[in-house]
DNA sequence: AGGAGGAGTGCTCTTACGTCA
DNA sequence: CCTGACGTAAGAGCACTCCTC
């Protein structure tokens, strides 16, 4: 699975945009939260809308489930486990990463001051005593550095990139693909919220552009009303035909047979036929 | 107090594999 | 024996959330 295209946010807003797609997943699982969306878009006057529908009280969620599922969606947030395995599978992937990486992870955990605590599964009583304390591991500089520069190249890692990386960094596999999808996620979330300032702003220019035509509508209409036909043609492609001396009335001809070709108005245009006469 | 970011949890989806008709 | 349908477990990714700094 790879990252080839904007367009959690761009298609799921059904517009495209400019804004960079690099590090957005299409229709990748999920949902990304979007917490200005009910106050802001709310707020909105011209009819942009997000297409939800449903159930108000559950969450506003951008992206779709699995990763060739997007579109906007819904997502309870407090399914109870419907898929097969998605309980044992917690537990069974805690344990994978405990049991394959807990010697690395003695060997790491200079990185620690203290060892990282496991929780829920395991409340094993901590080096320090603590029991579930987590002790925030913070990344050094050359660490991060190093992990942006894997991130710019490949936004997700196979296991042997990972494990690589992680060798590389002194780190344990798990704290890498942590990182990674912490990054994706507010890659996504920065990416997000640049779609949406760029929509607002669109939104804004239509409704100028709306505004600005009723007004000239209404113009045109009031016009209209006050003065008779001929006087609201322009005045450059409506001239008096020298010869007959009177404006042509279309309705008379054209009108009645509008593939007529030799059945024309009796105005002309000076510009394009200077010395027409009828 | 609030933001950044590391980490835990629960969910969905895909894939591989075994079983059965 | 082969094949397609079906169920299940494993693995991966994501959203959401908590918590520490």
């Given at each position: 699975?790879?990252?080839?295209?904007?367009?959690?946010?761009?298609?799921?807003?059904?517009?495209?945009?400019n804004s960079s797609p690099s590090m957005v997943k299409p229709n990748t699982m999920g949902s990304t939260k979007l917490p200005w969306v009910t106050e802001t878009m709310a707020?909105?006057?011209?009819?942009?809308?997000?297409?939800?529908?449903?159930?108000?009280?559950?969450?506003?969620?951008?992206?779709?489930?699995?990763?060739?599922?997007?579109?906007?969606?819904?997502?309870?947030?407090?399914?109870?486990?419907?898929?097969?395995?998605?309980?044992?599978?917690?537990?069974?992937?805690?344990?994978?990463?405990?049991?394959?990486?807990?010697?690395?992870?003695?060997?790491?955990?200079?990185?620690?001051s203290r060892l990282m605590s496991t929780t829920s599964v395991d409340d094993v009583e901590d080096d320090d005593g603590s029991i579930n304390g987590r002790k925030k591991l913070?990344?050094?500089?050359?660490?991060?550095?190093?992990?942006?520069?894997?991130?710019?190249?490949?936004?997700?890692?196979?296991?042997?990139?990972?494990?690589?990386?992680?060798?590389?960094?002194?780190?344990?596999?798990?704290?890498?693909?942590?990182?990674?999808?912490?990054?994706?996620?507010?890659?996504?979330?920065?990416?997000?919220?640049?779609?949406?300032?760029?929509?607002?702003?669109?939104?804004?220019?239509?409704?100028?552009?709306?505004?600005?035509?009723?007004?000239?509508?209404?113009?045109?209409?009031?016009?209209k009303s006050s003065q008779p036909f001929y006087m609201q043609l322009p005045a450059a492609t409506l001239t008096m035909c020298p010869s007959c001396e009177r404006i042509g009335?279309?309705?008379?001809?054209?009108?009645?047979?509008?593939?007529?070709?030799?059945?024309?108005?009796?105005?002309?245009?000076?510009?394009?036929?200077?010395?027409?006469?009828?």
């Amino acid at each position: 699975m790879g990252f080839d295209g904007l367009s959690d946010a761009g298609l799921a807003l059904g517009l495209s945009l400019n804004s960079s797609p690099s590090m957005v997943k299409p229709n990748t699982m999920g949902s990304t939260k979007l917490p200005w969306v009910t106050e802001t878009m709310a707020s909105f006057e011209p009819s942009l809308t997000l297409g939800l529908s449903g159930d108000p009280n559950k969450k506003l969620v951008v992206g779709g489930g699995g990763d060739d599922h997007g579109g906007l969606c819904r997502q309870d947030s407090t399914v109870i486990s419907g898929g097969g395995s998605s309980f044992s599978n917690v537990s069974v992937k805690r344990e994978r990463e405990l049991g394959s990486e807990e010697s690395e992870r003695v060997s790491n955990d200079n990185n620690y001051s203290r060892l990282m605590s496991t929780t829920s599964v395991d409340d094993v009583e901590d080096d320090d005593g603590s029991i579930n304390g987590r002790k925030k591991l913070r990344l050094t500089k050359p660490q991060s550095a190093l992990l942006e520069e894997a991130f710019k190249l490949h936004s997700s890692l196979n296991p042997k990139q990972k494990q690589e990386l992680a060798r590389e960094l002194k780190l344990r596999p798990r704290q890498v693909e942590v990182w990674f999808q912490n990054r994706r996620a507010r890659t996504k979330l920065k990416q997000t919220e640049m779609d949406f300032e760029h929509l607002k702003k669109c939104c804004e220019t239509l409704r100028d552009d709306n505004r600005r035509l009723h007004k000239e509508l209404q113009e045109l209409k009031a016009l209209k009303s006050s003065q008779p036909f001929y006087m609201q043609l322009p005045a450059a492609t409506l001239t008096m035909c020298p010869s007959c001396e009177r404006i042509g009335d279309t309705k008379s001809s054209a009108v009645k047979n509008p593939f007529n070709m030799a059945a024309k108005p009796h105005y002309f245009n000076s510009f394009t036929n200077p010395s027409a006469a009828c």
